[in-house]
């Protein structure tokens, strides 16, 4: 594994573990180049996903992409980094399973949507927000209407 700090293409692994929801292996790396210390997953991945875009454009799966939109979400909410990773694992699973190499986008936002509305209200309503292209506060509160999120206070409001 090449280094990510200084590019040195040996770099050797000082511990291995299972992830905390075991379906990744956690490495341990040193370079012996620069002593630079960083971590990598090895994840099982059963076939190679193409997403298809509204516009009919195709790019490969990207896991990391679908995890920093879930960190965009999720910010600054009450959520542990492990129920955050044992949902990443969760959504590409149900994608790998699914049969299909190519799937599209729509289909990856829906499975998304799903899991953050067990996980995190809040977090689920910012991800719809971009998601479905809310453009006014009447989009919010469509939405909040539809999904039976939106709570009354005491006086009734």
Do not use: N, W
Request: glycine fraction near 6%; charge should be positive.
């Amino acid at each position: 594994m090449r280094c990510p700090f200084c590019g040195h293409d040996e770099t050797q692994v000082k511990d291995s573990r299972p992830s905390e929801d075991g379906a990744a292996i956690r490495r341990r790396r040193l370079c012996p180049q620069c002593e630079g210390r960083f971590t990598t997953f090895e994840r099982v991945q059963l076939r190679e996903l193409t997403i298809v875009k509204r516009s009919g454009r195709r790019s490969p799966f990207d896991r990391d992409k679908l995890a920093r939109s879930l960190m965009i979400a999720l910010r600054k909410r009450p959520v542990e980094p492990e129920r955050i990773e044992r949902m990443i694992s969760t959504i590409v699973r149900q994608l790998e399973s699914m049969g299909e190499t190519e799937i599209s986008s729509s289909a990856v936002g829906e499975l998304v949507m799903k899991q953050l509305k067990q996980l995190d209200d809040v977090a689920y309503v910012r991800y719809a927000s971009v998601y479905r292209d809310f453009r006014e506060t009447q989009d919010f509160a469509r939405f909040l209407g539809e999904e039976g999120l939106s709570e009354t206070t005491d006086d009734g409001r």
